[in-house]
DNA sequence: CCGGACGCCTGTCGGC
DNA sequence: TGCCGACAGGCGTCCG
């Protein structure tokens, strides 16, 4: 489910709960995630002060004083703050019991989630060391695509969904970033202009800034954490809109499948 | 190193 | 109505 603007939405959606209360424990119902959820981040989190929230890429962030616990929501994960009496669903996996008689729930039907703890910093565990830069950070830029793209022909949607180039760029936003900045994405990686680039790194931080001022993207079951939908998904121009027309020429919006992922774009306005 | 394919899961939807 | 395959917002791993 989430992209860089749903983890993004959901951290500003559970920080305020979070900020300043102890984690009186880790409770599992279920602990087959992606990686198993060990005992082990049981006994790290368990009486612990939360000191502070942050995202990295499409992680969760929640520092403690002797590490951080590392969360991530895979496709179909999402968090939310309730009353610690709530009786849980089906899919409801992991509830970090808070010390104000709330907890921080976990639900993720398909369990492509993870929760990973890490002796400080977070940045040196082993997913985080490889990631690219913040696509809303000034790191992040035309030129830096345009280097990282030299020799390459891979499809350009794939090269920037990879998190080495760029985090947080997913299908949704791979499309919609691509359209907005007239580029095919089939074309290879290493066979646009520097130009281009600069188009395509603006449309990436554009894109996923609405989204995020919209709350995010909801397809089918993302929700915010107040159990809201995300907006943004009204504001899509290409994605899941195969057939219907371009909203700049008219022409069919089209969709294939590049590197195992559905994409859509125009095949007038992008070359 | 690079690029492509696969697998992990469950739920939903469209076609027959 | 029921079944069955295709597909879904991610990503680590393996293979050539």
Known sequence: MPELPEVETCLRGIAPHLRGRRILRLEARERRLRWPV???????????????LQRRAKYLLLDLPSGSLILHLGMSGSLRVLPAETPPGPHDHIDLMLDDGKCLRLRDPRRFGSLHWAASPATDHPLLTQLGPEPVSP?????????????????????????????????????????????????????????????????????????????????????????????FARELRVYGREGEPCPSCGHPIRQRRIGQRSSFYCARCQR
């Open 38 to 52: 060990t005992p082990q981040i049981d006994a790290a989190v368990a009486g612990q002060p939360i000191e502070a």
């Open 139 to 231: 790191g992040f830029d035309g030129g830096h695509l345009h280097r990282r793209s030299a020799g390459r022909r891979a499809p350009v949607k794939t090269f920037i969904m990879d998190s080495r180039i760029v985090v947080g760029v997913g299908n949704i936003y791979a499309s919609e970033s691509l359209y907005r900045a007239g580029i095919h994405p089939q074309r290879p990686a290493g066979r646009i202009s520097r130009t281009r680039y600069d188009r395509l790194a603006t449309s990436i931080k554009a894109v996923l800034a609405a989204a995020i001022a919209e709350g995010g993207t909801t397809l089918r079951d993302f929700v915010q954490e107040d159990g809201n939908p995300g907006y």
